[in-house]
């Protein structure tokens, strides 16, 4: 079992940048990590994945240059650096994990049903 904590949610305004935490319970070297995002009244949708064993990164095209997903050399924290952000941003962000690899590399079609451990969400709001 793998509990995971979301941190770095704020209300900012368009244009400047804010960076999530995701600290897990163990090890993500052998975890696929992705990150969801849920606007209200809008489902779930793939933000960015690293991979476990071969630590590929995915993003959507809604983020992809302006967002970085990375982790850190202790393996527990895994983050999203988040450039730019934009109203159409703002959501509650999750970050999720299962074993291995991330579920799709394509997380345009990815609303997260492959993930077995998810954080408590933390809440992006941008501002125009």
């Known amino acids: 079992q793998i509990q995971l904590v979301e941190s770095g949610g704020g209300l900012v305004q368009a244009g400047v940048s804010l960076r999530l935490s995701c600290v897990a319970s163990?090890?993500?070297?052998?975890?696929?990590m992705g990150w969801f995002r849920q606007a209200p009244g809008k489902a779930r949708e793939g933000v960015s994945c690293?991979?476990?064993?071969?630590?590929?990164?995915y993003y959507a095209n809604s983020v992809k240059g302006r967002f970085i997903t990375f982790r850190d050399k202790d393996l527990h924290t895994r983050y999203l650096q988040m450039d730019n952000l934009q109203p159409e941003d703002t959501a509650t962000y999750y970050c999720?994990?299962?074993?291995?690899?991330?579920?799709?590399?394509?997380?345009?079609?990815?609303?997260?049903?492959?993930?077995?451990?998810w954080g408590q969400g933390t809440q992006v709001t941008v501002s125009s």
């Open positions: 999720a994990a299962r074993p291995w690899y991330c579920y799709s590399s394509n997380l345009d079609s990815d609303s997260g049903g492959g993930y077995d451990f």
């Open positions: 163990g090890r993500t070297d052998e975890m696929g």
């Open positions: 690293i991979g476990g064993s071969d630590n590929g990164t």
